[in-house]
Every structure is written in structure tokens, then in C-alpha cells.
């Protein structure tokens, strides 16, 4: 699914930490997920081909990001275990949204690998919110519920969408495949350390291009990683 | 995208998520490095695809209608507009480019 550090467009989630998201927040969340849902099956169908597949994608992998990276490294001809590992990579916020999660988390074994699956921005960041280890999960379900209702018929529209549409550079939609990664990782770039990596990152990729196999690019980004921790150990996160 | 390459991107993403839950608390007490690192690794990796996604064509650079797409989504994204806005404005600012 989508893993929306972007989504505080439509989320606000400082607001009401003590009583939890309102229904209006959950209804924005809702729409945001159906949005990604629609736009990023689209794309994937118009690459895979096949509407179980793409379905089958969508639910199992859970994270719009992976999805996105590994066609963008089968898209520029990477080999499938670049794209695979970009696929992999990309994915290791939502390890750490899984931290934060069961830090605050006090209930049985299969209960925290459930909610651990379905790590998330929005979710996560308002069960955290909450004082009571009650409030923590039924927040924590209430906005997984409203994520997974958006995604889920974002998928089933999208996927009837994508036979519809056929081509998709014909209305533009492969401008929306980089412009929905831009949205995901938004709230990221507004930290200094994580402009910095993407800068550090993207201007790599940038020049590396032109003159490496492809998919090696962007595996080698993630040196803009390291640079970004090396130059700022203290920003607090 | 095969059945197969579906099955290995969701397990490295469920054993992530998994050992968050499950481990990562103590690993990160011990190495809280690990923990910035894992934010800053999809900042830059996912502005790398991006980059390729908007001026690559295969191994040579392009600048063309996807650019001014990224341009909009851009400035939306920076002015923290809702995610449909951008997406609709980046297709809508590719379309028109590639019409004129």
C-alpha cells in the first residue's frame, strides 16, 4: 500500500492526539489511499499486463514505494535483481514506523505481527499520539481500516480504469508514476538531512546514467544516504 | 512483474515490517544510526527513480514533457497539496506539453 509521508495534506495528525483521528480525518485518509490506490494500478497493470497480478501485487506487497521502484528499474532495462533490492530498499521506513508502532503496542504475538504488516505514515503516527495502550490499537485500527478501504477500491478502480485507458502515456500518466514517489516522500525532503540524501542521491543517479548499466544508478544512491548521516549525526528524526 | 518476483518483493517487505516490530526496538537502543539511516535510505533511492523516471530514455538523458510534469508535481508537493491534486496536475501538464 501507499506509504504516505505526503499525506499530511489531508491528515492532519497533531490536532486531536489525545481523542484520536474524527471521522473527517479518516474520510481524508480514506480518499488519499483511493487516490494512490487508482493511480499507481493503473500504471502497474499498464506494465504487467494482468489484472490478478496486479491485484494480487497490490495486496500482497502493501507498499506503493516497492512497487513504483521496481518497475522504474525494469522500466529503464536494470536487471531483475536490481530491481528487485530498489524495491527492497525503499520499503526499510516502514521497518522503522514497525519500531515506533511496537514500542507503544501492549497486547499478544500474532496481534503485533498484524499491525507490524500494516506499518504505515498515518496510522502509526496517530496510535503513537495516544496515552492509553487501549487508544494505541483501536486508533491504530481505525485508521488502517480507512487506509485499506481507500486502497483496496482505489485498486478495484484502477485496475477497470487501466483496461479502459489502455495507453497510459497518452493522458500523461507516466508523468504521474515520479510526480506520486515525489508525493510519498515529500514530508522527508522538509528535513534537512533528507534533502540532503536526495540531493546526494538523485545528482548521482544524474550523473551515473549515462555511463553504467541500468539499475546500478539508483542501487548507488544510496550512498546519499550514508553521506546525509555522516554530514548531520544529530538532527533528531 | 512475475508471481515470483510478487512473492520476493512482499517477503523482503513483510521481514522488514516483522523485525521492526519484533526486534528493532533493541537493535536500534543499541545502534540508533541504523534507525536515521533506514529514513534517509527511501529519500534518496526514491529521488534517484525519480530522476530516472523524468529525464532518462534508456541510458541517455531527456529533457522533455515529463520534466514540466515533474515541475508542477513539484511545486504541489512543496506547497503540501493533497496527493490528488498532484498527480492529476503532472498528467495534465505532461498531456498538454506533448499536444502543443
Do not use: K
Not at chain 2, 543499541?30 to 529525464?55: E, S
Request: with cysteine; aromatic share 6%.
Amino acid at each position: 500500500m501507499a506509504d504516505s509521508s505526503a499525506m499530511d495534506a489531508t491528515t492532519s495528525t497533531g490536532d486531536h492526539a489525545a481523542s484520536g483521528p474524527r471521522w473527517g480525518d479518516l474520510g481524508a485518509l480514506c480518499l488519499t489511499f483511493f487516490s494512490l490506490g487508482v493511480t499507481v494500478n493503473v500504471l502497474v497493470l499498464d506494465r504487467v499486463g494482468s489484472e490478478s497480478l496486479t491485484i494480487v501485487a497490490a495486496v500482497a506487497i502493501n507498499s506503493a514505494t516497492t512497487e513504483l521502484a521496481y518497475l522504474a528499474v525494469r522500466d529503464a532495462g536494470g536487471t531483475q535483481l536490481a530491481a528487485v533490492i530498489a524495491g527492497w530498499v525503499v520499503a526499510s521506513r516502514f521497518g522503522l514506523l514497525a519500531v515506533s508502532l511496537g514500542a507503544r503496542l501492549r497486547v499478544g504475538t500474532w496481534h503485533r505481527a498484524a499491525a507490524g504488516l500494516q506499518s504505515f505514515d498515518p496510522n502509526v503516527t496517530w496510535a503513537i499520539q495516544q496515552r492509553q495502550p487501549r487508544d494505541v490499537v483501536r486508533v491504530f485500527w481505525r485508521a488502517t481500516a480507512a487506509m485499506h478501504l481507500g486502497w483496496l477500491s482505489g485498486i478495484a478502480v484502477g485496475v477497470f480504469l487501466g483496461n479502459v485507458i489502455g495507453d497510459a502515456q497518452r493522458f500523461g500518466l507516466d508523468a504521474v508514476f515520479p510526480a506520486a514517489l515525489l508525493a510519498i516522500i515529500g514530508n522527508l525532503l522538509r528535513r534537512r538531512s533528507g534533502a540532503l540524501a536526495a540531493a546526494v542521491g538523485g545528482g548521482l543517479c544524474l550523473l551515473l546514467i549515462p555511463i553504467t548499466p541500468a539499475g546500478v544508478p539508483i542501487i548507488a544512491s544510496l550512498v546519499g544516504a550514508v553521506v546525509a548521516l555522516a554530514t548531520m549525526p544529530e538532527e533528531t528524526l | 512483474m512475475s508471481w515470483a518476483i510478487v512473492a520476493v518483493l512482499a517477503a523482503g517487505v513483510w521481514v522488514q515490517r516483522l523485525l521492526g516490530m519484533f526486534v528493532g526496538g533493541r537493535v536500534l537502543s543499541r545502534q540508533p544510526a541504523l534507525g536515521r539511516l533506514a529514513t534517509l535510505i527511501p529519500a534518496a533511492v526514491v529521488m534517484a527513480v525519480i530522476v530516472q523516471l523524468t529525464v532518462a530514455s534508456g541510458r541517455s538523458l531527456e529533457l522533455d514533457a515529463r520534466a514540466v510534469g515533474m515541475a508542477a508535481a513539484g511545486i504541489l508537493v512543496w506547497r503540501r497539496a493533497p496527493f490528488v491534486v498532484v498527480a492529476v496536475a503532472a498528467a495534465v501538464a505532461t498531456a498538454l506539453v506533448r499536444m502543443i
